[in-house]
Nanobody
Framework: QVQFVESGGGLVQPGGSLRLSCVTS????????MSWYRQAPGKERELVAR????????TYADSVKGRFIMTRDNGKKTAYLEMNNLQPEDTAKYYC??????????????WGQGTQVIVSS
């Protein structure tokens, strides 16, 4: 079945950096775009970044543009999110999912456990 395993989160000071990884299985990775989402306590899950199937077209939320970089390795079926100049408002649990515009939610029904990012001094 479709699975996403996120890792790489942690506690970092403002201005610091982290690199998140998302290992996938259960679907043909190269056939789908990939997305990163985040959810802060008490807030709805929001789309952070998206990359197309071959990795040459990317979109970012305005709040992370210029600071976050999303990439993918089709050979490893893995997506990455490099996060730089982290700020306290980036504190959230981060999730990845496939991008399928044919689905109402644009995502698979399955979600991983996410990886927690805390930005604090």
């Amino acid at each position: 079945q479709v699975q996403f395993v996120e890792s790489g989160g942690g506690l970092v000071q403002p201005g610091g950096s982290l690199r998140l990884s998302c290992v996938t299985s259960g679907f043909v990775f190269i056939n789908y775009g990939m997305s990163w989402y985040r959810q802060a306590p008490g807030k709805e899950r929001e789309l952070v970044a998206r990359v197309n199937t071959v990795g040459n077209r990317k979109t970012y939320a305005d709040s992370v543009k210029g600071r976050f970089i999303m990439t993918r390795d089709n050979g490893k079926k893995t997506a990455y999110l490099e996060m730089n100049n982290l700020q306290p408002e980036d504190t959230a649990k981060y999730y990845c999912n496939l991008f399928d515009p044919a689905r109402v939610t644009n995502t698979a029904a399955t979600w991983g456990q996410g990886t927690q990012v805390i930005v604090s001094s």
